[in-house]
């Protein structure tokens, strides 16, 4: 079946620009999350959802990320005014329910911000 | 604060046995051994896991030692499409699994050699 799909795949933003990432996750997945991955390092957690509750987004790096699922299915991931620094791939993943050991990913976005 | 300690690379003849390995000398009661692998410009990919017994799947072996302190992730006929970042996690099981997310370090680079 499909997997978790991300889109746009390339992101390029002058600085300053806002951006809107996109997660579908896998059909029926009631758990969601978004990692930041830079250059050379291991993903970092972002933000989790339980269908459209935002249960934890204690890896947001600042007040310019925003997250939602509002229906419990697609999530965006917003990023305002962004920064150099905000130059990374954006790896979204789901879980069929919070008892899963499994988290499939997506291909990810990658944001270049010049 | 990384729970997990890999090489930062390796190299493995194609056909013969990768045998990956991981210290977590602070691994608590409740926690897992997780792996997962990301091949070149893909998302992570989820492989096996466990708490104390050894396990085996169609992908790879894990073997963990009788201290939980170390453990090694085992793939028995390493091909060319091995070559990945592989990770080693230790996640809370308490929590079910998917409600938290995964805290990835460096991992290790395999490298398969034809």
């Known amino acids: 079946g499909a997997g978790v799909s991300q889109s746009p795949r390339y992101k390029v933003a002058k600085r300053g620009q806002d951006v809107a990432l996109r997660c579908d996750p896998i059909?029926?997945?009631?758990?969601l999350f978004w990692y930041q991955q830079a250059l050379g390092q291991g993903p970092e957690f972002l933000t989790y959802?339980?269908?459209?509750?935002?249960?934890?987004k204690s890896g947001l790096p600042s007040d310019r990320f925003f997250a939602e699922r509002p229906e419990g299915s697609v999530s965006t991931l917003k990023i305002q005014r962004t920064q150099q620094e905000d130059s990374a791939v954006y790896l979204c993943?789901?879980?069929?329910?919070?008892?899963?050991?499994?988290?499939?990913f997506g291909p990810g976005t990658r944001l270049t911000v010049t | 604060d990384a729970k997990t300690t890999q090489p930062t690379s390796m190299d493995c003849a194609e056909g013969r046995a990768a045998n990956l390995p991981c210290n977590h000398s602070?691994?608590?009661?409740?926690?897992?051994v997780y792996w997962y692998r990301q091949i070149h410009s893909q998302g992570p990919q989820y492989i096996i896991h466990g708490l104390k017994n050894n396990e085996t799947n169609e992908m790879a072996s894990l073997i963990i030692t009788e201290d939980r302190k170390s453990s090694t992730l085992i793939l028995p006929h390493a091909t060319l499409r091995d070559t990945a970042v592989y990770y080693c996690i230790v996640r809370d099981g308490y929590s079910g699994g998917g409600a938290d997310g995964l805290t990835f370090g460096k991992g290790t680079h395999l490298i398969i050699q034809p």
């Open positions: 993943a789901s879980s069929f329910d919070k008892i899963s050991y499994e988290q499939y």
């Open positions: 959802f339980q269908n459209e509750a935002q249960l934890d």
């Open positions: 602070t691994i608590s009661g409740n926690e897992y």
């Open positions: 059909s029926g997945h009631v758990s």
